[in-house]
């Protein structure tokens, strides 16, 4: 339910309103006259009367689930249009589906700008309830050591590592706590965390962290990262409450960084118009599929966590049976020119299209193209992407290790390092056209169920939970 279905009902209920009184107005006329008329009058005066209290009844209830108007001081590290990941899609999402439940969101994110200010203000993707504040500040999604080094480029504005910057930003933008009204902060991952932390401190209003991924996640690339652990504990101790993608994410929190159990609340992630890609009807891999190739598809960031090299173990087993096989790796990242060479040392380079960084349509016709959708990660707290491929109608194959797993038992589940297995599995589905449509619409009845206004439901509860606080 959201904001466009109560003026939906309020309009109902004008137009009842006016019915009855039209009606009432006719029987006063009418009275004295024909028995049949007035009988006919009567009896839908009385339904028009009941239509009204039922209407009545459905506004009532759907304030009453809205809850009142909820200030929310939100910060994280991109959001659409300048996104370069899952985060982004993630904010987007749940951005649209709090201001649909009467939450007014101030967004906070870092960008490099070309002017020497640290703030300047943003509008974003068409909602009206959320006004966007951004921090001059190089820092973006899936930065580390190495590439901040190249983003900052030596200015003297900015932070000498990641970890400084991060601070740096946080002092800037948790001062907008003194300037921007609101009942709750709200802090995206560990850049956030320190912006969080800071707005709290000056506001005194409670600190909500959504975390997203740990260094655990990413450990498998770099190993642990002990500052920006530090960071990530300090945030989630300070936090009234932690949210967290996944069950595993849950358990990563509590283990590895002890916080206790009631502090956190897991709300997997959704899907819906908003964030999916963009439909389109365009084709260009259709020259392969009349030709009677098999495509199969990675999507994802190209790193060790995603498990793309392990992809390309399991297209070259699936290859020796099923050489008519083209196996399209979109997605940009450190490990590219690894893939590449690895291709070519694997002699299936002729079978691997490396399509870079897809959006919008081009992801849409990836999906649709695609006879299976596989997402090998290593270590996944989520994975937006399998729903995206469910939604458009593409069987998926997942890694155990992802969260998405715990929304989508009915999905053909696999270990990352297994790709014997992985192999095996896609070929099965290849060659299988009713397991196929048995995945297909699975799959899609769990992206039906994945909306990110269930997610916004389940975040709005909690939020009324840490933040007693409301304006008139």
């Not at 904001?3 to 309009?11: D, E, G, R």
């Not at 609101?182 to 975390?211: C, N, Q, T």
């Not at 300090?234 to 916080?259: F, L, N, P, Q, W």
């Not at 897991?266 to 899907?271: A, C, D, L, T």
Request: hydrophobic share 45%; aromatic share 8%.
């Amino acid at each position: 339910m959201s904001a466009s279905l109560l003026l939906t009902l309020l309009v109902t209920l004008a137009a009842l309103a006016t019915s009855l009184f039209f009606l009432f107005g006719a029987y006063q006329l009418l009275r004295g006259r024909s028995e049949n008329i007035m009988v006919a009058v009567k009896r839908e005066v009385a339904r028009v009367a009941e239509e009204v209290q039922r209407v009545t009844e459905e506004v009532q209830q759907f304030t009453e689930e809205l809850g009142p108007r909820l200030r929310m001081l939100m910060y994280g590290w991109e959001f659409p249009p300048f996104n370069s990941g899952g985060l982004g899609v993630a904010c987007l999402g749940l951005a649209k589906g709090l201001a649909g439940r009467n939450a007014d969101i101030t967004f906070v994110l870092p960008k490099r700008l070309a002017i020497e200010s640290p703030y300047a203000r943003m509008a974003f993707a068409n909602i009206p309830e959320v006004k966007a504040h951004a921090v001059n500040s190089p820092l973006s999604p899936y930065l580390n050591t190495d590439t901040y080094v190249k983003a900052a480029d030596g200015s003297p504005l900015y932070g000498n590592d990641i970890v400084s910057e991060a601070l740096r930003y946080g002092v800037y933008g948790g001062r907008l706590a003194r300037t921007e009204a609101h009942d709750v902060i709200y802090a995206h991952d560990w850049l956030s965390f320190p912006a969080g932390m800071e707005a709290k401190r000056v506001s005194g209003r409670p600190l909500v962290a959504h975390v997203h991924a740990t260094q655990f996640d990413w450990a498998s690339e770099r190993g642990i990262n002990q500052a920006i652990y530090d960071i990530e504990r300090e945030g989630m101790h300070a936090a009234d409450c932690v949210i967290t993608v996944s069950e595993r994410t849950k358990r990563t929190i509590i283990e590895r960084y002890g916080v206790p159990a009631g502090k956190v609340a897991v709300v997997h992630n959704g899907i819906d118009e908003a964030t999916a890609p963009t439909e389109t009807e365009t084709e260009r891999l259709g020259a392969l599929k009349a030709a009677g190739y098999d495509i199969v598809l990675f999507l994802g960031r190209l790193t060790m966590q995603k498990g793309g090299d392990y992809f390309l173990e399991a297209a070259k087993r699936v290859l020796t049976t099923r050489p008519k096989t083209v196996f399209v790796v979109a997605g940009s990242g450190d490990m590219e020119r690894q893939l590449i060479e690895q291709a070519a040392a694997l002699g299936i380079a002729g079978n691997v299209l490396f399509a870079g960084f897809l959006r919008g349509e081009d992801q849409y016709e990836a999906y649709r193209s695609a006879d299976v959708f596989v997402m090998p990660s290593i270590s996944e707290p989520f994975g937006i992407t399998a729903l995206e491929a469910m939604r458009i109608g593409t069987p998926v194959i997942l890694s155990k290790q992802s969260g998405v797993a715990e929304v989508a038992g009915s999905a053909l589940q696999v270990d990352f390092w297994d790709t014997e297995k992985m192999a095996e599995l896609i070929a099965q589905v290849l060659a299988d056209p009713i397991l196929r449509q048995r995945l297909i619409a699975e799959g899609k009845q769990v992206a039906e169920h994945m909306t990110w206004d269930r997610a916004a439901a389940q975040v709005r509860s909690i939020l009324d939970e840490v933040s007693p606080v409301r304006i008139p």
